[in-house]
């Protein structure tokens, strides 16, 4: 089944211990992004990758890390978390040239 | 940066009725696309509309873009219990960037 795949789903952590949240789509797209979605404030792009080893900034980058080194995996890396990183957080990915975006179902984080 | 706003923010209507939700941008795009995201999980493309398109259907799905007005209408016809979930409009900027950028979106619910 074509698919986007986040793991963890729930995770509550401590400020300041270091996590990923892995994300990897079996489509073999291009285009790999990350999000997360606040109350009130829609979906904001953290970042994204149009390929391995190329990898932007999106609206809030801030405290965070991503990298792009094989086609199917785009990790999201939080160095040192914080309570405002609360969020849940969807990956998605792409065929470029279709704009269509495919999603995963979400991690929900909570740091404590 | 552009930003999608939604109008309404909640809509509350009967099972056979049809449901309207409107769409803002800010600055000129490539295209325009709508999710559906049923509570808390992954968004899932509905359709896409093209920027030098003015109406396109989809089953009981009818989206318009007024590319001179900036706005962008969903119409889902006949609706139904199922129909129930977030509605967001997503924008990309005519730059290529592929900084997608979504709205806050539209609670929809149908009541039985």
């Known amino acids: 089944e074509a698919q986007v795949t986040q793991n963890p789903r729930y995770l509550i952590t401590v400020t300041g211990k270091k996590l990923t949240v892995t994300c990897s789509q079996n489509m073999n797209h291009e285009y790999m992004s990350w999000y997360r979605q606040d109350p009130g404030l829609g979906l904001r792009q953290i970042y994204y990758?149009?390929?391995?080893?190329?990898?932007d900034k999106g609206d809030v980058p801030e405290g965070y890390k991503v990298s792009r080194k094989e086609k199917r995996n785009f990790p999201l890396i939080l160095e040192s978390p914080s309570p405002n990183q609360t969020s849940l957080y969807f990956c998605a990915s792409s065929l470029y040239g279709t704009n269509v975006l495919t999603f995963g179902a979400g991690s929900r984080l909570t740091v404590l | 940066s552009q930003q999608g706003e939604e109008d309404p923010q909640a809509l509350s209507i009967q099972e056979g009725e049809n449901a309207t939700m409107n769409c803002s941008y800010k600055?000129?795009?490539?295209?325009l696309q709508w999710y559906r995201q049923n509570s808390g999980r992954g968004l899932v493309h509905l359709i896409l509309i093209r920027s030098n398109e003015r109406e396109k259907h989809s089953g009981r799905l009818r989206v318009t873009l007024d590319t001179s007005k900036k706005s962008s209408s969903l119409l889902i016809t006949a609706s139904r219990a199922a129909d129930t979930a977030s509605y967001f409009c997503a924008t990309d900027a005519t730059s290529g960037t592929y900084k997608y950028i979504f709205g806050t979106g539209t609670r929809l619910k149908v009541l039985a």
């Open positions: 990758s149009m390929n391995v080893e190329v990898t």
């Open positions: 600055t000129s795009i490539n295209n």
